[in-house]
């Protein structure tokens, strides 16, 4: 067994506050993830991400062959998805209000043209749901406000869509007789 003198313990006391000589930084407590979190957000610089954002929307717009109808309703949805981006990042309700309404105006919008505008009022009725439920799901709120501009959208749009029937059908109720033709000739050879 060996024996340590005094001047032999200091300098191990001495040694184990230095690291080659150099002094130590004290860990402290420990680090928690909700510390990490908010460092991260705070060194994350949310304009550059919109830059990245936008940048590549510009480059789909500009390389992909998108239709005359559908680029309306891609800027509404692009608009909207900025809105939701910073609503779901900074956890904030008012900023999913209007990202929903612009995401069903973005339905809507893009299937005008086939709908005669119905598309229009039930994509803002989807929005208006989307609002609700949403709100719900990510935000915990129980208001209900949403689901009535939703229900008077649908009903309207249901309104417009049975006044513009024939107009709606035309190309449907052309089919419809030579379905009957069809059906009598297979009909009638199979009883022969």
Do not use: C
């Not at 006391?13 to 930084?25: C, N």
């Not at 004290?26 to 979190?37: C, E, P, V």
């Not at 940048?55 to 500009?62: F, Q, V």
């Not at 998805?81 to 609503?87: K, M, N, T, V």
Request: net charge neutral; proline share 4%.
């Amino acid at each position: 067994m060996t024996n340590y003198t005094e001047q032999d313990t200091e300098r191990q006391r001495l040694a184990e506050h230095s690291s080659a000589g150099m002094p130590t930084q004290s860990l402290g407590q420990a680090i928690n993830a909700k510390d990490l979190t908010t460092r991260w957000r705070d060194r994350l610089d949310p304009r550059g991400l919109l830059l990245i954002v936008l940048g590549l929307a510009w480059l789909l717009i500009s390389f992909v062959a998108i239709p005359e109808d559908m680029t309306g309703g891609f800027v509404l949805l692009l608009i909207g998805s900025i809105f939701y981006f910073f609503g779901f990042w900074r956890h904030i309700y008012g900023l999913i209000i209007p990202a929903s309404i612009l995401a069903g105006l973005s339905i809507g919008v893009t299937f005008a043209s086939l709908t005669d505008g119905v598309s229009v009022l039930w994509g803002l009725a989807l929005g208006f749901l989307a609002i609700y439920g949403i709100g719900q799901a990510v935000f915990a709120k129980e208001s209900q406000w949403p689901v009535i501009p939703a229900v008077i959208l649908f009903a309207v749009g249901l309104i417009v869509a049975v006044s513009n029937l024939p107009t709606f059908f035309s190309t449907a109720l052309l089919w419809i007789p030579l379905l009957v033709i069809g059906a009598g000739l297979y009909l009638g050879s199979k009883h022969r």
